[in-house]
């Protein structure tokens, strides 16, 4: 036995199975297995330690502790993973602490967030041991780092390039990195993955750097991702990275008399047709390429660069790309060995939720394409074929069936097959299964795979014309929509992929509204306002084919004024460049939305308001404009002469100014072809109506000060069926007999104070459908006489059509229902969905001078009177509610409080329990809160309404509180003051 060791006595299947088995083991376990002898230590070691992973990963297992004393030993040297490591895996370090100024943090990442302590000990770790335990792997030939931006990646990146025998680098970046990535350190490698680069300038000239440091490079990885910079670069041309690297370098980094010359090595090259440009000028730097992989949609590359290939000869014997196109096709007849294709139109490149579509060609080309690689393709490649794979392909073009198996069943060397296979919802498939697998199996022998992608096409599902519409129940599709309101882009984008009908009927419904603001906030997502601005003004934005409603608001002030100027949340080098943009882009992204029917407009006078009123004009299918004036500052020259053709003004806070009103006369003046279906002037003065306005107007909103309303407006609102006026608008008495006299019938009116002129008006005609009154605390006289004829004449006159009555503040004398109100008034309404009602609250000891209607009574006739109605709001009132004086302010509040919890508690007790022929369906609306009705248990109640039997079991109902009003109910008080129970 001298001089043999235990290899000797062993077979090689046994140590083999040693050695795969040695690869699962832990330290502990591998430990054992070396002290079985010298030579299988010597044998296994080299395995097992082939590969070393650095990462800090804080799990619950506690084994983060010994991170620490792991980098010890490489760094001392000590590990013997110094001694054979070949591949080292960086897959995640420390993230720094979290800061504001930190656009890249992110929380979901961040596995040390809420330990700071043993976050400030790792930290510390890593920057004493990380960069010398990189250091120690002086065996590494292949790494591949995953670096985030939140985390101290540059000091890994550069100890990494310090490795002698490196040959191969990959880097996957998370996140938008912050500063320089230093590519251009690295030298000598064979082969290059970059992953996730930020395409800026800076990027672009350390690529060079690194191809050009990098002669004998065999592998080339390029993917990007977009970042909003001034210094982003769209699509970078790799025909100038590979000349750049061969040709005298113009930056500084790259100056290095040292830099070996490039030479055309490359060999594998997959690269993002999105980021960088393939086009005939690349050719000559890739003579020796053998395999291509193109993501993204292969349209983005031009047609001649597969002509240049064919005319330099270059052969390629691997190619993946999506989708086939006939310069492809082309190509792949000009030559023979092809070994391996894909087609996949997927992108491995696409940014995370991203929603990608590619140009489709029509039906017949895709046929004929999938002709020409079956029966032209294939055979031209049959003896060096090995895989053919299909994924994410159309069914009815590539979809297998006997004519295209002829060509490749000439393919005998595949090895690995890929097929889409028709399976029909109804009828037979166009080849049978078995038929399909016996066919294959006799005719391709060295097939080791075979992979089949079943599919149907859209019309076998769903019908010619129909599709998933017409499967799902409308009730499911309304869930769809309005849930799909509640996601940003990034999550649409993930409903929009499921089909193309469900993008068609979600994608209008989520665009529909679109704000521009500038507003500046913490999160950090004001920094994508230019590129937001930017896609509005290209036309490239969803909002400009779908938006109907445009909020504009808070613009960057280019007014300085120096007591607000300190206030402004845009402050020095980012004011000036929100500046900029706006001056850019803001006009052009406003006149992008041609389909804008609503514009919402908070305009401030020290903002550009006048570029952004001149671009809103420009909108053709705007025909509401609603402009609230934030008036700390002057106005002038308000631009309304470019808008026409509106059906919705509505100005609030506009400035008095003779100029300003000028305006306004004459865009009143160019309604006169419109049918203006709704105008809201505040702020106003009587003269703006002039003879030339427009007798189209439904609706009228007055709430300004200095408004009259007088005879003389009348026949300017022939077509007036909506009036809403307030408390201060001066409204002459002769103004309500000129509506009556020119047949004006409104359907809505508002008024501030219900006098006989307008109950006269009212019992002209028939037809009301929505009234609200205001008391008034004068002619208690007069008003004694009108509320009685309001509820005995005009609610009669009315009945047929009145849906919602309403009152105002709650006052005693002599709004309070009585019987006689309800019976004659209020219960002939019967198409009442809303109903206003004041109810009379007395103290509990107070000296009655007013009908009480006990609740239980009000709530069971209301109930079987009204079926229609869907709200009752109650308005308790009691005397003391108009006694207190202006010294009084905190007293009458803390009465108030303590009433109203008394009235919540008078609703639900007992005594309120009613019977109706149904349960009531409307909600009560009292006491600030909402009370819903609910069936009590058929026994009795107490209530002031049960029936005389008393033996008998009856079906009561109450109203309780709604579980989300959270109401303190509180017992009635006695009056504490005997001044508060005086007759009038």
């Known amino acids: 036995m001298a001089g043999r060791s235990i290899l000797d006595v062993l077979s090689l299947e046994v140590v083999d199975l040693v050695l795969q088995e040695s690869k699962k083991c832990d330290q502990k376990g591998f430990h054992d297995l070396r002290l ?18 650095i990462q800090f990963e804080k799990d619950d297992s506690g084994k983060w502790k010994s991170i620490p004393e792991f980098l010890m030993s490489l760094a001392s040297g000590t590990s013997p993973y110094v001694h054979w490591a070949k591949e080292l895996l960086v897959v995640q370090l420390v993230p720094n602490p979290y800061r504001e100024t930190d656009v890249n943090y992110s929380a979901k990442y961040d596995q040390w967030l809420g330990a700071n302590s043993e976050r400030e000990m790792m930290l510390a770790c890593q920057k004493e041991w990380l960069a010398p335990a990189i250091e120690s792997l002086v065996q590494l030939e292949r790494v591949h780092f995953m670096a985030d931006s939140s985390e101290p990646y540059h000091d890994a990146l550069c100890a990494l390039t310090k490795l002698p025998q490196l040959q191969t680098l990959g880097i996957s970046f998370r996140g938008s990195p912050s500063g320089c990535v230093p590519l251009e350190r690295f030298s000598n490698l064979s082969d290059i993955l970059l992953y996730g680069l930020t395409m800026t300038r800076q990027t672009v000239e350390s690529l060079k750097c690194l191809l050009t440091r ?35 370098p113009t930056s500084a980094i790259a100056r290095d008399n040292q830099a070996p010359t490039f030479s055309s090595t490359l060999k594998r090259l997959k690269i993002s047709a999105r980021w960088f440009k393939l086009s005939p000028s690349c050719a000559p730097f890739l003579h020796a390429l053998t395999s291509l992989l193109i993501s993204g949609d292969s349209a983005h590359v031009q047609a001649s660069f597969w002509k240049s290939l064919q005319d ?66 294939l055979p031209m490649h049959q003896s060096s074929i090995q895989t053919v794979a299909f994924r994410n392909t159309k069914p009815g073009s590539w979809a297998i069936a006997q004519p295209y198996l002829e060509g490749v069943f ?52 769903f019908g010619p014309d129909r599709s998933i519409l017409d499967v799902l129940p409308s009730d499911i599709m309304e869930l769809v929509v309005q849930e799909g309101k509640n996601h940003d882009s990034k999550d649409f984008c993930n409903l929009r992929l499921v089909c193309k009908a469900l993008n068609e009927l979600v994608e209008p419904e989520v665009f529909s509204a679109v704000t521009i603001q500038f507003l500046r906030d913490d999160s950090g997502r004001w920094e994508a ?24 608001s808070g613009l960057i002030p280019i007014i300085a004024i120096s007591h607000w100027s300190q206030y402004d949340p845009w402050q020095g080098e980012e004011h000036e460049t929100m500046l900029a943009c706006q001056k850019e882009f803001l006009a052009p992204a406003i006149e992008s939305l041609v389909h804008v029917e609503v ?69 009143l003046v160019r309604l006169g ?59 002459q008495p002769s103004f309500w007999r000129a509506l009556q006299n020119v047949g004006i019938r409104l359907q809505k009116l508002k008024g501030g104070r219900l006098r006989q002129p307008i109950i006269n008006y009212l019992l002209s005609y028939s037809g009301l459908q929505d009234i609200t009154l205001q008391w008034s605390d004068e002619e208690f006289e007069e008003i004694g006489i009108i509320v009685p004829e309001f509820f005995h004449a005009v609610l009669p006159r009315h009945q047929d059509t009145m849906q919602s009555i309403s009152f105002g503040p709650p006052m005693l004398v002599p709004w309070p229902i009585t019987q006689s109100y309800l019976d004659e008034g209020v219960y002939l309404c019967r ?128 109203f309780d509180l709604n579980p989300s009003d959270d109401l303190e109910l509180q017992a009635d008080e006695a009056g504490c003051d005997c001044r508060l129970y005086s007759d009038d």
């Open 529 to 552: 306002i230019p590129e937001f601005l930017s896609s509005l003004a290209s036309g490239t934005s969803p909002y400009v084919r779908w938006a109907k409603k445009l909020r504009l």
């Open 36 to 53: 079985v002898c010298k030579a299988l230590n010597k044998l296994v070691e080299p395995q097992v330690f082939s590969t070393v992973t």
């Open 831 to 958: 198409k009442l969905k809303y109903l206003s009602l004041i109810y009379h609250f007395p103290y509990p000891n107070e000296k009655r001078t007013h009908t009480v209607i006990p609740l239980a009574k009000l709530f069971s006739e209301i109930s079987d009177n009204l079926p229609q109605l869907e709200t009752l709001q109650l308005e308790h009132t009691r005397k003391f509610m108009t006694m207190f004086g202006c010294g009084d302010g905190c007293r009458a509040s803390d009465s108030l409080r303590t009433v109203e919890r008394a009235f919540a508690n008078y609703v639900v007790r007992s005594k309120s329990q009613f019977t109706a022929k149904r349960q009531p369906q409307f909600v009560l609306e009292a006491a600030e809160s909402t009370f819903i009705s609910k069936s009590v248990s058929a026994e009795r109640s107490g209530s002031e309404s049960d029936l005389a039997s008393g033996s008998r079991s009856v079906e009561y109902y109450r």
């Open 673 to 731: 072809s419109a049918q203006v279906e709704r105008l809201e002037l505040g702020s106003m003065v009587e003269d703006v109506m002039q003879p030339n306005f427009s007798p189209m107007l439904k609706h009228l909103t007055i709430s300004a000060s200095q408004f009259t309303l007088s005879p003389s407006c009348v026949p300017f609102l022939g077509s007036l069926t909506s009036l809403v006026v307030s408390d201060l608008t001066v409204v």
């Open 312 to 377: 330099s000869g270059i052969h390629l014997q691997e190619l993946n790309v999506g989708p086939l196109l006939q310069p492809i096709i082309d190509y792949l007849l000009s030559y023979s060995g092809l070994r391996e294709f894909v087609l996949d139109p997927s992108d491995w490149d696409k940014e995370e939720g991203e929603n990608v579509t590619h140009p489709s060609q029509d039906h017949q080309d895709d046929e004929n394409i999938a002709h020409q690689f079956f029966h032209s393709v």
């Open 599 to 667: 514009v919402e407009y908070l305009a401030s006078s020290r903002e550009p308001y006048q570029d952004a009123l001149s671009a809103l004009a420009k909108l053709p299918r705007l025909r509401d404009l609603l402009i609230t004036f934030h008036t700390s500052f002057n106005f002038e020259n308000i631009p309304f002469a470019g808008f026409s053709n509106l059906n919705r003004i509505w100005l609030n806070g506009l400035p008095r100014t003779p100029h300003i009103l000028d305006g306004v006369k004459g865009l």
């Open 214 to 248: 990098s002669p004998s490079i065999t592998g080339l990885t390029l993917d990007a991702r977009t970042q909003p910079s001034e210094t982003e670069v769209n699509a970078a041309d790799l025909a100038s990275l590979l000349k750049d690297a061969i040709e005298p």
């Open 410 to 461: 000439l393919c005998k060397n595949l090895k690995f097959l890929t097929l889409v296979y028709h399976f029909p919802m109804e009828g037979l498939p166009t080849i049978a299964l078995a038929d399909l697998l016996s066919k294959i199996s006799d005719n391709l022998p060295r097939l080791q795979t075979l992979r089949l992608y079943h599919t149907r096409k859209h019309e076998m599902i």
